[in-house]
């Protein structure tokens, strides 16, 4: 049983998607009372209800284990939330803005000022939403404008780095606690609502590193990590294309170079690119808030990791049209009359996250080419539908397969990593892959009469 929350601060959550929703069942499940907010009724409904609107392993279990201790509550109501919350984490939307580059902040704004308003005493609004360098200061103001002077209300900045699909370990264990602020108050606070984390690394021997820093280092922490983590996607995508022109396979190459520590071989997997609601949205608005800086010429080179990105998904259709032996025009290829299963929606496995999915923007082109394309995913139809409704989804991978002239597998889920190719084989009208995630395992395929094509190796590999 964790231990009782009395001694602490109370915790409210301001946006319940993937963040928000995550963070106020764990602080919950982490013996802290808290209450989760958003704007969204039918969202509420569901996580009061004990249904997790997402798919997020473990997460569903938790919540109604924490429904049912009383520490845990949903609402759409600013007062209730302003009367409870002694910390108020701010989680909401910050989408790429309509214009392409800069960040959206009208959600953070409408969420600030909804709550400011409603304050009657003295409480800590604590940003977590991934923002521009800036906003804290910017929030700042918001509450000035809008709580009663009197009260002293003040802002922190601490970024999060959960991975959807780990979300709930993440949250539990993560690797670093970031703070942003600007009092002793306010990292008293910070260090109250985050004390559940830390005793529990304790009772595991564990540490979790805190940094404590500035408002402007606090909020570049969280996009200079994105920005490293896309660089090192996009230079082994990089390394995979030159291996196809030079015919090496990067896969080696990476295994290779990964025994360097100094290196490393995590997330150093050619494939198909990243995708998702922050990678992509966050390396343009990094790039556009360094540019008002004045500094864009020190992040040109993330223009050049998002074109890289974005040629892995020009590469599948090209890849497509080859093992189709269709013509490639400057319109793009020609698939009409061609069935192409598409094994994958989200943009990773573990999630039904389909925001920017390399292997949805992928399904969408080969379907304009004329390609009859069946997709199939384990976890994100009903996103994907609804994201690109103009392809076919099909309720198993057998049902997409069936006839298929070629699969293209673009989201490393286990059930495509350990399908049999042989059972697989007997279904489809040829036996051509596409391996968009270097997941498969090759000589299995091609022993089973599979013509297989990955990324960044050499053809018939
Ligand atoms: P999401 O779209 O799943 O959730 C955002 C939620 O905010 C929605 O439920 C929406 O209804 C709600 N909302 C909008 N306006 C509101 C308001 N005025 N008051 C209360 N709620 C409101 O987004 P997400 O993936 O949870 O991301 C939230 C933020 O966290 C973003 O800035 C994102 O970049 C950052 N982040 C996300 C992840 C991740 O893995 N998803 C990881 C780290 C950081």
């Keep these: 049983t964790p231990p009782s929350g009395a001694h602490r601060p109370r915790l409210t959550f301001l946006g319940t998607g993937y963040l928000g929703a995550t963070y106020a069942i764990c602080f919950a499940e982490l013996g802290y009372e808290v209450i989760g907010f958003d704007v969204d009724e039918a969202k509420i409904a569901k996580l009061a209800g004990g249904e997790v609107p997402f798919h997020e392993a473990g997460l569903d279990e938790l919540l109604r284990k924490n429904l049912a201790s009383g520490r845990l509550r949903f609402s759409t109501d600013y ?35 909804g ?31 809008h709580a009663p002077s009197e009260l002293g209300v003040e802002v ?17 264990r993560p690797n670093r606690i970031v703070v942003g602020v600007r009092s002793e108050w ?47 996607i996009s230079f082994i995508n990089a390394m995979a294309e030159v291996c196809e022109a030079a015919g090496g396979d990067v896969t080696n190459l990476a295994r290779a170079i990964g025994y360097d520590p100094r290196i490393g071989n995590r997330f150093l997997r050619a494939g198909l690119g990243f995708g998702g609601g922050c990678l992509p949205k966050d390396i343009r608005a990094f790039q556009a808030r360094a540019q008002e800086l004045g500094a864009g010429e020190a992040l040109r080179f993330l223009h050049e990791v998002d074109l890289i990105n974005q040629r892995r998904r020009s590469r599948v259709v090209r890849l497509a049209a080859d093992m189709l ?6 319109a793009g290829p020609e698939l009409a009359g061609a069935r192409v299963a598409v094994l994958g929606a989200t ?15 992928v399904a969408a082109t080969l379907g304009k080419a ?11 139809i009903d996103n994907a539908r609804r994201a690109l409704p103009d392809v076919t989804y099909e309720a198993t991978m057998a049902d997409a397969v069936r006839g298929a002239d070629l699969v293209c597998v673009l989201t490393e889920w286990a059930e495509f990593r350990t399908a049999d190719p ?38 018939g590999e």
Excluded at 186 to 202: F, I, K, R, S
Excluded at 370 to 380: H, I, K, L, S, T
Aim: glycine residues 8%; aromatic residues 8%.
């Design 186 to 232: 306010a990292a008293a606070m910070l260090d109250a609502a985050h004390e559940g984390v830390v005793t529990l690394a304790a009772t595991e021997d564990r540490e979790v590193p805190v940094v404590v820093t500035d408002f402007a280092t606090a909020e570049l922490v969280k996009v200079a990590a994105n920005a490293f983590l896309a660089t090192k």
């Design 422 to 459: 042989a059972a697989l084989g007997e279904l489809v009208s040829g036996r051509r892959v596409i391996d968009g995630r270097n997941c498969l395992e090759a000589a299995e395929w091609i022993r089973a009469g599979w013509q297989y094509r990955g990324m960044g190796r050499p053809d």
């Design 347 to 361: 943009f990773k496995p573990d999630s039904d996250d389909v925001r920017d999915s390399p292997a949805l923007a």
């Design 79 to 113: 007062a209730e939330v302003a009367e409870f919350g002694d910390v108020h984490f701010i989680c909401v939307g910050t989408p790429q803005r309509a214009d392409g580059m800069g960040a959206d902040l009208r959600y953070v704004e409408a969420a600030v000022s």
């Design 370 to 380: 004329g390609a009859d394309v069946r997709v199939y995913d384990p976890q994100g």
């Design 156 to 172: 922190a900045w601490s970024p999060e780095f959960l991975q959807e699909g780990h979300a709930v370990e993440d949250v539990l």
């Design 115 to 145: 709550l400011a308003r409603h304050l009657t005493r003295k409480a800590l609004i604590v940003g977590k939403s991934t923002v521009p360098v800036g906003t804290a200061e910017w929030v700042e103001q918001l509450v000035a404008k």
């Design 325 to 330: 032996d269709r013509g490639y025009g400057p």
